[in-house]
């Protein structure tokens, strides 16, 4: 080999030499910065029964059972009554959940399942600003009417199957009229399409079995699946994005 020759072979080694280095430490594509992706909608909605008696904490917590389950942290928060909850240990992401909700203030908060309980009475305002989960409000009957209204993005009114399709109506036409959105859910129907209830209405099936599982924070199960879903996508399409 000449020394020219040398040379020439010297130098392609040191251009190749360069070329690994600056791969090795300036990967390809690293100047360009990931934008992270947005949070999902995660609504506050407000689940109230127009009499009492008719499973508004079983359609409470099954619909946040299905928000938890599409949510990313895997985890949701259902404010008002603790009684019938029958999980006593959270998911490690209801866990975590719980942590920062005590963090927003409040104290009383315990995972059961994949949902975070909130004992009425605790502050909501700041975990409903915030949203680090989907957050339902349990809403007794007996409550003032303005009940949770100021918070929630979305209201589902839960009627048994055997009440007066018209107070249904004349109760979700009052609040839309003041402006909110509002979906009326027909619970322990034994026959479909039975009676006259308001457009749009949701009808769970008698399940007695999937009910004391969604009461128990065990999930929207069997006959309860899918009009929780359903009713969960219209939450969600009511969040803010």
């Given amino acids: 080999m000449t020394v020219r020759s040398e040379?020439?072979?010297?130098?392609?080694?040191?251009?190749?030499l360069a070329r690994t280095e600056a791969w090795l430490f300036?990967?390809?594509?690293?100047?360009?910065?990931?934008?992270?992706p947005p949070p999902p909608p995660r609504p506050v909605v407000a689940v109230r029964g127009l009499v009492a008696g008719c499973g508004t904490s079983m359609i409470a917590r099954g619909l946040a059972a299905v928000l938890a389950a599409t949510d990313?942290?895997?985890?949701?928060?259902?404010?008002?009554?603790?009684?019938?909850?029958g999980l006593k240990l959270g998911a490690p992401g209801a866990a975590r959940l719980a942590r920062e909700l005590t963090g927003l203030g409040c104290d009383g908060v315990r995972p059961a399942g994949r949902l975070c309980l909130i004992?009425?009475?605790?502050?909501?305002?700041?975990?409903?600003?915030?949203?680090?989960?989907?957050?339902?409000?349990?809403v007794a009957a007996s409550s003032p009417p303005a009940e949770g209204l100021g918070l929630a993005?979305?209201?589902?009114?839960?009627?048994a199957a055997d009440a007066e399709p018209s107070i249904a109506a004349a109760v979700a036409g009052s609040l839309a009229r003041a402006g909110r959105s509002v979906d009326v859910v027909v619970n322990r129907v034994e026959e479909q399409?039975?009676?006259?209830?308001?457009?749009?209405?949701?009808?769970?099936a008698e399940a007695r079995f999937a009910a004391q599982l969604a009461l128990a924070?065990?999930?929207?199960?069997?006959?309860?699946?899918?009009?929780?879903a359903e009713l969960a996508a219209r939450c969600r399409a009511r969040a803010p994005g």
């Fill in 153 to 159: 993005d979305h209201v589902v009114l839960v009627a």
């Fill in 7 to 16: 040379l020439r072979a010297g130098g392609l080694l040191a251009a190749v």
């Fill in 119 to 138: 004992p009425v009475g605790e502050p909501l305002a700041r975990a409903a600003a915030e949203r680090p989960c989907p957050l339902v409000l349990d």
């Fill in 72 to 85: 990313p942290r895997g985890g949701a928060a259902v404010a008002g009554s603790v009684r019938g909850a």
């Fill in 217 to 228: 924070c065990q999930g929207a199960r069997a006959a309860l699946a899918r009009p929780l």
């Fill in 26 to 36: 300036h990967p390809v594509g690293s100047d360009r910065i990931e934008a992270a």
């Fill in 193 to 204: 399409g039975g009676m006259d209830w308001p457009a749009g209405s949701i009808e769970v």
